[in-house]
């Protein structure tokens, strides 16, 4: 199996497939779905392979593919991946999946909405696992199109103003990067990523290229004070457009910290942690409370992603404090995994999230909460899932999402007693705003006569619901898996950034 | 004068025969049968293309004609055979627009030949004074085609301002090449670059001359704050002349300049460079911020073409071989992307009235789902998102001002870069977001179809596999 050009195979077939689907969808209705939902189930089983022949035992990089690409500039086409690349892929594959059966009934061009996941789906694998940094771009950048597509053609009545905020907030921050990866080629003469690790870079220079790439990954992430079209773009996009935002995209800019800022420059990421630490600490603590405060179900949700992503920020930039107060390395992986696992359970929760919320939204087109209450009475299995789901949401015990936090907080206390304090008011916050709408939508009297009206779970979203429902609580209950897969890039990414790279 | 020196000058000499004999033959061709004009226009392409890639040089290897005057290199060889292949592809998509206005005439084609034959002495001058042949060669023919359509009022007006601001440079162009032969002693390029090297000549006078002919460069570029023709021209010209305008001429300005600057005058280049850098940023400022201000479809591709000159000097002004190499493969990614946008507005110019309204685009992906995502394709290349044939030209002529040392200048360009994305946004928005007025799908005759179709392929696959074109571009420089 490993001669075969799997990551190859899991980029370019989504793509390959959403190609078809553009072309042979008008002649073909009936198939449009089948065909994307085979797609995406043989690209899942692919990734399992990938799982399959994973050796976690080594922090190098594995199933390596190299061509050249373009030859003057020393270009490859390099894909590989190690244990920080393989859970967001198979997240990526995973949702994939969902996507396709969670938009089994859209109607509107359903083959051209298809098909734009399923190229979005490809461009996303790529960019996890490119290690050429040229190439990462490209697949970085490459997928605002059909995202901006999306959300434009798909999404609610605000669509526009949210879809070109989007774009040119995310453009907007990448375009630094792409200058400070050119520098970088310039003095280096690489774009390979593994190459720019160990490029020697002076503290002066280190600072600005931190700075770009901060930009750029700050406002995919996005942190605090850039994250503005988040909420926008989550509540205007369709159900299957804010799930793949919330489930992978955010995920794309703490991938990027942990592949490009910490490794390439890691002493300006030491130098300036306190910003970052700082910007994740005011994501957590102020946009939970902006949380609290929304009466519409998919905002309360991005503030509620924006506010966890702010532990991925955090645990990523915890390893220079706790290697500055403890003076070993050993404990320094604990942020970090932390961060690592923070981002896959956000991945499901909050994808299971915005699936729950499109359930409801199919039913009675409304986001607002106040048009709903006592739904538990009406669809009962419904509200067993989503009440977990919020749940989790908050951090409970047993649950994925309790683990990431658990670590992060952990983590923070090794570095610094405040940064543990604030980071754990999430707990509070998160239970506050996560329950405080499971008890005004699910619970208490049927709100209305839509409530009343409402049929309980379909066997499509059944399949969704149980998927997410064993993931959220597998995660919880027996995280090793996912932990021993990165354990050892982890351990090698802190033994690394704690060399300097000043010469 | 040589067979040898003939044998060189062979596709030019090809060409000018053809347009005197596309100029005869048409006065016999009825107006019914005014296609044998057009596929005789296309062949001369396709024999000029055989006749120049049968001499294709080798990487570094330089050949001299007529005492100098003309150059045949593998830079020029490249840039010739991008401006047939786009030129025919502009014949493709003027014929139906010709057809629908009446202006369906030989004269079109004659005059975009000789246009064409302007450009190829520009590109293989080895003297100043071919480069001035060329050039008035090129400008005189424009003119005139921009004025093809002689009851248009527009037409009339924008032919009237292009000629006297034209005529303006060309005159301040020869004023500082006269000033710099009155330095060195010497009109041939080569002669000069040396003359340069020895420090022969007055600093204040070669100064001078070196302002007026960046003017003259700046002019027929397009370049802010000598700009303020492209709009017009672009707006008031018939909509297959704009799209000739916006294409294959940007092949020969790039090469104007090349020769000037690189062959001729490499030895100020410390003072060319400052020019060129003032007129790069203040080209991708004004260009990018006034086009967003823009309602008809001419008027803002226009403003982004003056943006996108200011790319391509971005790469030029570093005076590098990389440089160059970026500005050549600038210059031709814009010429096939532009040439792709202005044939979708072409065709969607139905009914004697042209489609310059950026609202005549609405629901446009109902209508024409395909030309639709070919339009989109054309946009984000523009705009320069990956992996379109775009995004790889800014970050090469980024590369290249970044190695300059113009660090503050390659930050301009790509917040620029970012206000520029957002008018092209806004007709993907027109086109795909919003509900069409009519149903009835835009038709277009099949070679019409099948043209734009390989444009707007070649948009993406010559990024995806942009590889060999910026190999080719390289060995040019070699």
């Not at chain 1, 457009?241 to 390439?264: E, N, Q």
């Not at chain 2, 593998?74 to 014949?91: E, N, T």
């Not at chain 2, 992307?337 to 109902?366: C, H, N, P």
Request: proline residues 3%; contains cysteine; aromatic residues 12%.
């Amino acid at each position: 199996m490993s001669e075969w050009p799997l990551l190859s195979l899991l980029v370019w077939l989504p793509i390959a497939a959403a190609v078809g689907l553009a072309v042979l969808g008008p002649r073909q209705p009936g198939l449009v779905r089948p065909m994307a939902l085979i797609t995406t189930l043989v690209t899942f089983v692919l990734s399992l392979l990938l799982w399959s022949g994973f050796d976690a035992g080594t922090a190098a990089m594995q199933f390596e593919e190299r061509l050249v690409w373009i030859a003057a500039f020393d270009i490859h086409y390099h894909l590989g991946i190690d244990g920080l690349s393989l859970p967001l892929i198979l997240l990526t594959t995973l949702i994939g999946v969902l996507i396709v059966i969670g938009g089994w009934q859209i109607s509107d061009r359903p083959h051209l909405y298809l098909a734009a996941f399923l190229l979005l789906q490809g461009l996303m694998t790529g960019m996890f696992a490119a290690l050429d940094a040229l190439l990462f771009y490209v697949f970085f950048e490459a997928m605002l199109v059909p995202m901006f597509l999306i959300i434009g053609i798909w999404g609610g009545p605000n669509r526009i103003y949210a879809t070109i905020k989007f774009f040119l907030f995310t453009f907007f921050g990448s375009v630094f990067m792409l200058i400070a990866l050119i520098w970088l080629y310039l003095q280096g003469g690489s774009f390979a990523i593994l190459d720019l690790h160990q490029q020697a870079i002076d503290l002066n220079a280190q600072i600005w290229i931190f700075l770009a790439f901060l930009i750029a990954f700050a406002v995919k992430i996005p942190m605090w004070p850039v994250h503005t079209w988040l909420p926008d773009a989550h509540v205007e996009a369709p159900t299957g457009g804010s799930v793949v935002l919330a489930a992978v995209m955010l995920k794309i800019g703490g991938y990027g910290l942990v592949r490009f800022s910490l490794p390439i420059v890691p002493d300006a990421a030491a130098a300036l942690d306190w910003l970052v630490i700082g910007l994740s600490l005011v994501a957590i603590a102020y946009i939970g409370f902006v949380a609290l405060a929304q009466s519409d179900m998919k905002k309360l949700i991005a503030y509620s992603s924006i506010s966890h992503m702010g532990f991925v920020t955090l645990g990523l930039f915890l390893a220079f404090a706790i290697v500055r107060n403890t003076g070993e390395v050993t404990g320094a992986g604990l942020g970090i995994s932390g961060a690592m696992v923070q981002m896959i359970s956000h991945g499901f929760i909050s994808g299971a999230m915005f699936l729950a919320v499109g359930v409801l939204y199919d039913r009675v087109h409304s986001r607002e909460i106040s048009s709903y209450g006592g739904v538990a009475n009406t669809m009962p299995w419904f509200a067993m899932f989503a009440v977990l789901f919020f749940m989790a949401n908050a951090g409970l015990p047993g649950t994925s999402g309790f683990v990431g936090e658990f670590m992060v907080i952990l983590a923070a206390f090794h570095a610094n007693f405040w940064f543990a304090f604030v980071a754990a008011t999430t707990l509070l916050l998160g239970a506050a705003y996560s329950l405080w709408l499971v008890k005004r939508v699910f619970y208490g009297e049927v709100g209305n006569s839509a409530v009343a009206a409402l049929k309980d779970l379909t066997g499509r979203e059944w399949t969704l619901m149980v998927t997410l429902a064993v993931l959220v609580l597998g995660v919880g209950i027996w995280p090793f898996p996912l932990l021993h897969m990165m354990e050892a890039s982890v351990q090698n990414l802190v033994e690394h950034i704690v060399l300097t790279k000043v010469e | 004068m040589t067979i040898n020196e003939l044998q060189l000058a062979l596709p030019e000499i090809f060409v000018l025969s053809m347009a005197c004999v596309v100029l005869l033959a048409d006065l016999f061709i009825s107006d019914e049968r005014r296609g044998l004009t057009h596929l005789l226009a296309v062949l001369t392409l396709v024999f000029a293309t055989i006749l120049t890639l049968r001499v294709m040089l080798p990487p570094g290897e330089v050949l001299y004609a007529f005492s100098g005057t003309f150059i045949r290199d593998r830079f020029g060889d490249v840039l010739k055979v991008f401006s047939y292949i786009i030129l025919a592809g502009v014949f493709v998509y003027a014929k139906h627009y010709l057809r629908q206005f009446n202006l369906f005439k030989g004269e079109f084609y004659t005059l975009s030949l000789f246009a064409l034959l302007g450009i190829m002495v520009m590109i293989s001058a080895g003297n100043m004074i071919t480069i001035y042949l060329g050039l008035e060669l090129l400008a005189l023919s424009t003119y005139a085609l921009v004025a093809l359509d002689r009851d248009s009022r527009f037409g009339s007006e924008a032919a009237m301002k292009y000629f006297i601001l034209g005529s303006l440079a060309s005159g301040l162009l020869l004023y500082g090449m006269s000033l710099i032969y009155g330095a060195t002693g010497s009109l041939d390029l080569a002669t000069i670059s040396a003359a340069l090297g020895d420090g022969m000549g007055d600093s204040m006078l070669l100064t001078f001359g070196l302002v007026f002919v960046v003017i003259g460069i700046a002019f027929k570029l397009g370049a802010v704050p000598f700009h303020m023709w492209v709009p017009d021209v672009y707006h008031g010209a018939p909509l297959a002349i704009t799209l000739f305008i916006s294409s294959v001429p940007k092949l020969a300005g790039l090469a104007l300049a090349i020769r000037l600057l690189d062959n001729g005058l490499i030895g100020l280049h410390g003072d060319w460079q400052g020019m060129l850098v003032v007129l790069a940023a203040l080209s991708l400022v004004l260009g990018n911020v006034i086009a967003i201000a823009q309602t008809n479809i001419k008027r803002m591709l226009a403003y982004s073409t003056i943006s996108h000159m200011g790319f391509m000097l971005m790469g030029i002004l570093a005076g590098t071989p990389e440089g160059y190499a970026a500005a050549m493969f600038y210059a031709i990614a814009y010429a096939i992307t532009s040439a792709g946008a202005f044939a979708v507005v072409i065709m969607m110019s139905i009914d004697g009235r042209e489609a310059d309204q950026i609202d005549d685009y609405k629901g446009l992906a109902r209508r024409n789902p395909w030309q639709a995502f070919l339009m989109l394709m054309m946009l984000f290349s523009l705009a320069g998102i990956p992996v379109f044939i775009g995004f790889f030209a800014k970050w090469q002529v980024i590369a290249a001002a970044l190695q300059a040392g113009f660090v503050g200048l390659s930050v301009l360009a790509v917040l620029a870069a970012v206000a520029g994305a957002f008018y092209y946004l806004r007709i993907v928005k027109l086109m795909y977001f919003d509900e069409p007025d009519q149903e009835a799908p835009v038709s277009a005759p099949v070679d019409f179809r099948a043209v734009l179709t390989i444009n707007g392929v070649a948009v993406l696959a010559l990024g995806v596999f942009s590889g060999g074109l910026i190999s080719l571009c390289v060995s040019a420089f070699v």
